[in-house]
């Protein structure tokens, strides 16, 4: 059974760059899924990031994508986000999830963990 | 971008009694493949989101049989037939159609 575990600082400076990783457990980050990063700034909505493939092949979402990098690295089973030049608006849960590709839905979720940008 | 836009934002039912929330799209859902990648996720208080539907009316596997999708083209809808405690959180509908993927507002379930 996959399973999705975020990990990174839970506190950012202003300016900073926000660094998380997921680590893949009980499968493959080989196997044919999109992974996928969503966040969720604290009472609101869900906010899609962006998604990679194991190939390095990446998708973002536009209004993020000059501050965004996301990336794979197989041989330790785990994919990272990082998100550049943070402000307080980008203080939120943050998602690592799997996009299958066949429903092309987001099947497998990780817990979440809670970065907050302050100095 | 596309918007997706839901109602009710929130829905107080009472326990065993139905809830319906609609979802519509700001254009056609429907993919150049011949799909509709519509998909419904449950938000419990304090929980990651969860997938309850997807390709519209599809449940995801362990879906309790009394949520169904429904819908076509800009507009779908979520029906939870008898309401259980269980239930309670925001629910939200995804599309994954056209780039960027986008979520709707969310709507709140709790009970009366």
């Known amino acids: 059974q996959v399973q999705l575990q975020e990990s990174g600082p839970g506190l950012v400076k202003p300016s900073g760059t926000l660094s998380l990783t997921c680590a893949v457990s009980?499968?493959?980050?080989?196997?044919?899924?999109?992974w996928t990063w969503v966040r969720q700034p604290p009472g609101k909505g869900l906010e899609w990031i962006g998604e990679?493939?194991?190939?390095?092949?990446?998708n973002y979402n536009p209004s993020l994508k000059s501050r965004v990098t996301i990336s794979v690295d197989k041989s330790k089973n785990q994919f990272s986000l990082k998100l550049s030049s943070v402000t307080a608006a980008d203080t939120a849960v943050y998602f690592c999830?799997?996009?299958?590709?066949?429903?092309?839905?987001?099947?497998?979720w990780g817990q979440g963990t809670m970065v907050t940008v302050s100095s | 971008d596309l918007v997706m836009t839901q109602t009710p934002l929130s829905s107080p039912v009472t326990l065993g009694q139905p809830a319906s929330i609609s979802c519509r799209s700001s254009?056609?859902?429907?993919?150049?493949?011949?799909?509709?990648?519509l998909s419904w996720l449950q938000q419990r208080p304090g929980q990651p989101p969860r997938l309850l539907i997807y390709?519209?009316?599809n449940r995801f596997s362990g879906v309790p049989d009394r949520f169904t999708g429904s819908g076509a083209g800009t507009d779908f809808t979520l029906k939870i037939s008898r309401v259980e405690a269980e239930d309670v959180g925001v629910y939200y509908c995804?599309?994954?159609?056209?780039?960027?993927?986008?979520f709707g507002q969310g709507t709140k379930v709790e009970i009366k």
């Open positions: 254009q056609s859902l429907v993919h150049s493949d011949g799909n509709t990648y």
């Open positions: 990679i493939y194991h190939t390095g092949s990446t």
């Open positions: 009980g499968g493959s980050i080989s196997s044919s899924n999109w």
């Open positions: 999830a799997r996009g299958a590709p066949a429903p092309n839905a987001f099947d497998i």
């Open positions: 995804m599309q994954a159609t056209q780039f960027p993927w986008t």
């Open positions: 390709k519209i009316s």
